[in-house]
Nanobody
């Protein structure tokens, strides 16, 4: 069965960095566009970043543009989210998701087929 397992979350000071990882299994990883979403308490799940199947195309929410970088290593079946300049408003549970669509860069959570359980990122002021 398909599994997506996030790791790398934790508590970090404002201005700090974290690298989140999402290890996939049970699917042909290179056939999926991958995305990162986040959800803060009391808020809807929001798009953070997405990456095409080959990794050549990357997409970002305006709120994280120039601070976060999405990447993937298809040989390791892993997608990453490198964060920097973290702000308290970045505090959320971060989820990775897989999208089999031929259209990359989808921003709606409804378009993704598989989801991980999430990893908590907490940014202190």
């Amino acid at each position: 069965q398909v599994q997506l397992v996030e790791s790398g979350g934790g508590l970090v000071q404002a201005g700090g960095s974290l690298r989140l990882s999402c290890a996939a299994s049970g699917l042909t990883f290179s056939s999926y566009c991958m995305g990162w979403f986040r959800q803060a308490p009391g808020k809807e799940r929001e798009f953070v970043a997405a990456i095409s199947r080959s990794g050549s195309l990357r997409y970002y929410a305006d709120s994280v543009k120039d601070r976060f970088t999405i990447s993937r290593d298809n040989a390791k079946n892993t997608v990453y989210l490198q964060t920097s300049g973290l702000k308290p408003e970045d505090t959320a549970v971060y989820y990775c998701a897989a999208d089999r669509s031929a259209v990359s860069g989808r921003r709606s959570a409804l378009d993704y087929d598989y989801w991980g359980q999430g990893t908590q990122v907490t940014v202190s002021s």
